[in-house]
């Protein structure tokens, strides 16, 4: 009997089968930073949700089983609130009305929201929701991508939606990560890390007389196509157009050093072509 009792424990343990509310997980990159989030997602299977299986005013895991965490890589901020980096909980309390309330607290071992702590809560804030117009089956997760510095957590079960928004200091990240770069890169490198910074300002709406800096060190180690045809657009967007036409010109002579130079103006000379006649009418 001692024997079968063992060997029906060892099986059971051993036993691996689907579960009812499925682990998840999602992970997103928002500018520099880092996004996971882990959870369990139950589903809705005919049953009456919000104000029935998970009451109105009550902090609940927002998922299943273990609580809801949320992983940031860098400090991001929510609300008036500074999140450090790191590893939190995330809760909901959802309500009747148009607005749940959103938390973010440091305790994320939690099993359900049994143990939950309001004095742990690094986030409290009200949050609209949003009425789907079709079910979603399996609760939810997603990181919407607002831009370089700006995201959500989106969370969706049934008809509900809510959004937390969240932004970051990318440009300021950005810009440490350049100046690391710049100090630690080996000489031959350092003319294409300059690039790539001034790069990074003119697409990104970066300060143009950095990126003209960095961009005036590139060309000055190595003048080829790509960093040629920068500088002048960053001297077109510091207003120096006399400049920018002028370094236009080089853009077609540096074009004959090579096969590959000369392939790659091709597919950038329309576009020279018209800034350069826009220039001119400035």
Known sequence: MVGLLLLSTSLFSQLELPQSSPKASIGYRVGLTDVTINYSSP?????????????????????ANKCTDITFSTDVKIGKVTVSKGKYG?????????????????????????DY???????????????????????QYRIDDRGMDQGAIV???????????????????????????????????????H????????????????????????????A????LWMQAQIQAKNNDYKSAIATAAK????????KDEADYYKEL???INSSVAMWKKK
Do not use: C
Request: proline content about 3%.
């Open 269 to 271: 000379e329309k576009d």
């Open 224 to 227: 080829v196509v790509w960093n």
């Open 195 to 222: 690039a790539e910074a001034a790069e990074f300002f003119l697409k990104n709406n970066g300060d143009p007389k950095l990126a003209l800096t960095h961009i005036d060190a590139s060309v000055k180690l190595k």
């Open 251 to 258: 853009v077609a002579e540096a074009s004959k050093a090579s």
């Open 43 to 63: 589903a809705v299977k005919k049953r009456a949700i919000y104000g029935t299986l998970v009451p109105f005013e009550k902090v609940w895991r927002a998922g």
């Open 117 to 139: 702590k309001e004095s742990k809560d690094i986030v409290r804030i009200d949050v609209p929701v949003e009425i789907l117009a079709k079910s979603i089956e399996h609760l």
């Open 90 to 114: 995330f809760f909901l309390i959802p309500k009747s009305g148009n607005t749940w309330t959103a938390i973010i607290n440091s305790d994320f071992e939690q099993w359900g929201a049994y």
């Open 155 to 193: 969370f969706e079960w049934e008809k509900k939606r809510v959004a937390v928004p969240f932004s970051m200091e990318t440009m300021k990240m950005a810009m440490t990560n350049i100046d690391k770069a710049v100090k630690d890169s080996k000489a031959d490198d350092l003319w294409a890390v």
